[in-house]
């Protein structure tokens, strides 16, 4: 590994540019559906933390955040289909419309479970935002997001939040890395 994060990238798959303008569309959209809502962003950590920054300051409507860890695919590039609660949420949500927003929809997975759990603490909508989703062929994930950025091809992706082995988040892109950096793991 160089000492450049940009060395170990193939491919840029969304530039800068293209993230501001998709993050600034779910925020227009999500002020317009939640006017008079008050939403709870959930953050999912870490991965969604970058996403759900810019997110928040593209609604211009009032809501709040919490934050909520989960781990689904430990330091490897495998979805482990196993979904532990790492940290909980600190708000009460019940009677709350709560907005869980997601770095990426994989297998769906992780988020199918989050959705589930809110929904059990009786709150009073439960909707998905997430910034990616990956085209999976022949398979249909579990739950549909009301909102979603855009979509990626089933490939392991990096920066903006997502990370391989806790690295890469604070590439400002999203992109593909290299395989040689997975090699030298
Ligand atoms: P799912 O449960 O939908 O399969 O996966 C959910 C989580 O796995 C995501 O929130 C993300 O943290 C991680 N994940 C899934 N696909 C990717 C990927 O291509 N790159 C990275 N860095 N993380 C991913
Ligand atoms: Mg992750």
Redesign the pocket.
């Known amino acids: 590994m160089s000492g450049r994060l940009d060395s170990d990238i193939e491919k840029v798959l969304i530039s800068e540019e293209e993230i501001a303008a998709i993050v600034s569309r779910l925020g227009e959209r999500i002020s317009v559906d939640y006017a008079d809502k008050n939403p709870l962003i959930v953050s ?1 950590l870490r ?2 933390f970058i996403f759900v920054a810019d997110l928040m300051r593209a609604i211009t409507v009032p809501c709040n955040v919490d934050f909520m860890a989960v781990s ?2 430990g330091d490897g ?1 495998k ?1 482990t289909g196993v ?1 532990n609660i790492v940290k909980d949420l600190s708000t009460d949500v019940a009677g709350r419309y709560v907005i869980i927003a ?10 199918a479970r989050l959705v589930e759990l809110i929904r059990g603490r009786d709150a009073a909508s439960v909707e998905v935002c997430a910034f990616l989703v ?1 085209d999976i062929e022949g398979y249909t ?1 579990p739950l549909s997001p009301k909102y979603v950025g855009t979509h990626v091809p089933n ?4 920066g903006y939040g ?3 082995a806790e690295g890469y988040r604070n590439l400002p892109y999203v992109g593909v890395l290299k395989p040689e950096v997975y090699a030298e793991k």
């Open positions: 999912v991965g969604a689904s695919y590039v979805s979904v997601e770095d990426i929809l994989d297998t769906g997975l992780t988020l990956k994930a490939e392991f992706i990096v997502l990370d391989y």
